[in-house]
């Protein structure tokens, strides 16, 4: 039987990663960008990545990475690239004009049954579909970069999204060994970014505030908290730490509120305190395409083992 067709719109750094994922899902790829030397490079970076991830036992799925490659193929025509697709995956760059613009042709060349998915990592899908003739088949699949090694897609619909849209694109996100989470409605941020930017703020805070430096706020992240949420997640946790639920609300209801409300108010992200966080950083892993360009193979690295633990482990 032909596998069936996804297209990707955009061969950019999230395009390059759900074409491997879907791939190696044995779905036919077709990568869709306006510029053609963006499709080469994908493809020249995407047999790259595949051949070193085959050697060193991490490649995803079933296939070789010469079947996987020989699913996936470029186009810069966008009537041609849709055609025969189930499942269209939108990842051109955060613009709510262009992206409106990609979805409104779109809308005038699908059928009524290919799924139009969006990659947006805070534009809310009302800003995107309203208004669309296929508003029902839109939604929100929202990656964390790299999606090859990080499984989460949270997905949003719009309030006009057909539910079995919702449900399809779960299973489809099941199929190809991604871990969605379904969003009941939108909400600016979703849901990891809010969760992020809680993180982010207090630890620019601390940091401003001078309770501690820059590398060890990371230290409490990556040695400390971070150790359990690559498992279980702040509710478990909270369930674990006491009797359950209930008991812990019981035990630590007070002391939260009190530190809660210790908190400041939202930072500027700018000034003196992003100059001592730069300094920090910079010291740390200097601003060098080179470098940091080697560090993000570390953390890929980092994240495949981590991957590969929890497949073992068989965390759920
Ligand atoms: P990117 O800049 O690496 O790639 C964008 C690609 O879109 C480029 O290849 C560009 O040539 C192409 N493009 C521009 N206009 C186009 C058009 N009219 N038609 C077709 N292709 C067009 O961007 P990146 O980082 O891959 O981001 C894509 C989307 O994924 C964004 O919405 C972003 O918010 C989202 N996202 C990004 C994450 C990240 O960490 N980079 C994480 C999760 C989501």
Redesign the pocket.
């Known amino acids: 039987m032909e596998p069936s067709q996804v297209t990707i719109?955009?061969?950019?750094?999230?395009?390059r990663s759900w074409a491997m994922v879907f791939a190696a899902g044995g779905f036919k790829v077709k990568l869709?960008?306006?510029?053609q030397q963006?499709l080469t490079s994908a493809l020249e970076n995407i047999r790259k990545q595949m051949k070193e991830l085959e050697e060193s036992g991490f490649l995803k799925g079933t296939l070789s990475a010469e079947q996987q490659l020989a699913l996936i193929s470029i186009c810069t025509d966008l009537k041609a690239a849709v055609e025969g697709a189930t499942f269209i995956q939108e990842?051109?760059?955060?613009n709510l004009e262009?992206k409106k613009k990609?979805f409104g042709q779109l809308d005038l060349i699908v059928g009524n049954t290919v799924i139009l998915s969006s990659?947006?990592?805070c534009l809310l899908p009302s800003k995107l579909f309203t208004g669309l003739k296929h508003v029902k088949q839109c939604i929100v699949s929202?990656?964390?970069?790299p999606p090859y090694f990080v499984p989460l897609v949270e997905i949003v619909p719009h309030p006009e999204t057909d539910p079995s849209t919702i449900e399809s694109t779960y299973a489809l996100m099941k199929k190809i060994g991604q871990s969605p989470v379904k969003l009941n409605r939108e909400t600016e941020g979703f849901v990891l970014n809010r969760l992020q930017y809680a993180v982010i703020s207090e630890a620019w805070r601390l940091v401003g505030e001078g309770v501690i430096s820059p590398t060890d706020l990371d230290l409490v992240m990556s040695d400390g908290l971070g150790m359990r949420y690559a498992f279980i997640g702040p509710l478990e946790t909270m369930h674990l730490n006491a009797e359950g639920i209930s008991n812990y609300c019981e035990r630590y209801r007070e002391g939260m509120r009190l530190v809660l409300n210790t908190f400041g108010p939202v930072p500027e992200f700018s000034g003196e305190i992003e100059q001592k966080i730069n300094q920090a950083m910079s010291e740390k892993i200097p601003v060098v395409p080179k470098v940091l360009d080697a560090r993000r193979k570390r953390r890929d690295e980092y994240l495949t083992g981590l991957a590969k633990l929890k497949k073992q482990m068989k965390s759920d």
Do not use: K, R
């Open positions: 719109i955009g061969s950019g750094l999230i395009g869709y960008d306006i510029a963006q990842c051109t760059p955060e262009l990609i990659s947006t990592s929202h990656p964390v970069n």
